[in-house]
């Protein structure tokens, strides 16, 4: 039997062990040979530096940090080729195998004869690298900055106007995502029974939607907390361009500081930023921050199985230090933190169909965004929003919204939901 020649094909020998089989796609590596079948999406392997990467980092992180630099890339669709590779992964049972000695011993002979044996190559520079105790108020502030810091600039060129960073209400599938936010923006607000005068407490507050649109169109006193600066300086200058001073206050805080208590409190996606040992005191300050009789509603992922930050690359590139759980053990903390929980409405298609229209607004603006932020940094957004929208697609996450009250007073619920 003729030996493969070529980097391409001696890969595909020697990872047909690890692969239970043929490669699933087709391979161009660095020295313009090929293998895999023709008709399968198209992986280009620019460097031995992908290959050395995957060796010290096997599976996900490895294969992050080589697409994020560019040494690994995928010239179609990527949605196309990560559902083949989780489709031929899934049906291969991959996650399963145990290479034998000699499939070991074979890979680092073949890694040392393409050159990709050597020290691990260094982590990219958009990979987040945090210090101090996990979920300390000044690690979650550094967390928060690593991800929501980019430039307000940066996140208009993907969100819609009214900078809702979280899943909308798409009535039907063809509403543009603008539409959807404010849908989702008015269900909240519907859900909270929010009238003119009530007190809001918005809690992890983003870039104001939630917050100026209660005031704007509820007339709600609203009072939102983060802890991203950015955030606060861009939601500053819309409440002065609106004229909404008197009814929007925005502050720099933890939320685990005393905020008093309101008529109702939002919070949108923030919980899944607050760790795992830590919600319970998150849902004891969403219960001691609404009046007796009082409505909470929050907005989150969810997620089962083996990755509750939602995986290596989630972890290592977009927000560290995140924790999802499936809804139900949610809902057990607010229950034991003392909280009414009535309604919960799952969301998980609609998100695909929100990531869908950031992913439209991420490629009409791409050259813009690179000049803001880079490549590597575009490339890391590429896979963040491609994966995510698969992710909720398949199952793997879900998002609901959990609407409570606080015992202890009367309530205003109807008896027939009304959103």
């Known amino acids: 039997m003729t030996a493969p020649t070529g980097v391409a094909p001696l890969l595909e ?63 179609g669709d990527l949605d196309e080729a990560l559902t083949h590779a989780f489709a031929v992964a899934a049906q291969r049972g991959l996650s399963g195998v145990r290479p034998t ?30 210090r101090g105790r996990l979920h300390s108020p000044l690690r979650d502030r550094s967390a928060i900055s690593f991800h929501y810091d980019l430039s307000n600039e940066f996140y208009s060129l993907i969100l819609e106007p009214q900078m809702a960073y979280s899943c909308g209400y798409h009535r039907t599938p063809d509403v543009p995502v603008e539409e959807a936010q404010t849908a989702k923006l008015d269900l909240v607000c519907r859900k909270l029974g929010l009238e003119p005068g009530m007190t809001l407490l918005d809690v992890g507050c983003g870039w104001g939607s939630l917050s100026l ?39 720099l805080r933890d939320y685990r500081d005393s905020v008093g208590q309101h008529d109702a409190v939002s919070s949108i996606e923030m919980g899944e930023h607050v760790g795992q040992d830590n919600y319970p005191t998150y849902a004891a300050v969403l219960h001691r921050s609404v009046k007796p009789g009082g409505r909470v509603l929050v907005q989150q992922m969810s997620r089962a199985g083996k990755w509750p930050g939602g995986g290596p690359f989630i972890e290592s590139f977009i927000a560290p230090d995140m924790y999802m759980r499936p809804v139900g053990e949610t809902v057990a903390f607010f229950e034991r933190a003392g909280l009414e929980v009535r309604d919960v ?25 690179v000049d803001l932020v880079g490549e590597e940094v575009v490339r890391v957004w590429e ?31 109807p008896l027939e939901r009304s959103w």
């Open 13 to 75: 020998e020697t990872l047909r062990p690890f692969l239970r089989g043929d490669l699933p796609v087709r391979l161009k590596a660095w020295d313009g040979s090929t293998a895999g079948p023709d008709d399968a999406p198209l992986v280009v392997l620019n460097s031995p530096d992908a290959v050395r990467r995957l060796l010290w980092h096997p599976g996900e992180l490895g294969a992050a940090q080589a697409y994020v630099t560019g040494e690994l890339d995928v010239p």
């Open 345 to 369: 409405h799952a969301l998980r298609e609609h998100y695909v169909l929100t990531v869908a229209g950031w992913l439209e607004n991420f490629h009409r603006n791409r050259p813009r965004l």
């Open 101 to 130: 000695p000699s499939a070991l011993l074979q890979a680092v002979r073949t890694a040392v004869g393409i050159g990709a044996l050597g020290r691990p190559p260094a982590a990219p520079r958009s990979q987040a690298r945090l």
């Open 383 to 413: 896979l963040y929003l491609v994966g995510g929208s698969m992710a909720f697609r398949d199952g793997r996450m879900g998002v609901d919204q959990l609407l409570m009250v606080r015992p202890g007073g009367a309530h205003t619920l």
């Open 213 to 251: 649109h209660a005031a704007e169109h509820f007339g709600a006193q609203v009072t939102g907390i983060t802890i991203a600066a950015e955030q606060k300086r861009f939601i500053d200058q819309r409440i002065r361009e609106r004229g909404l001073g008197d009814r929007v206050s925005i502050q």
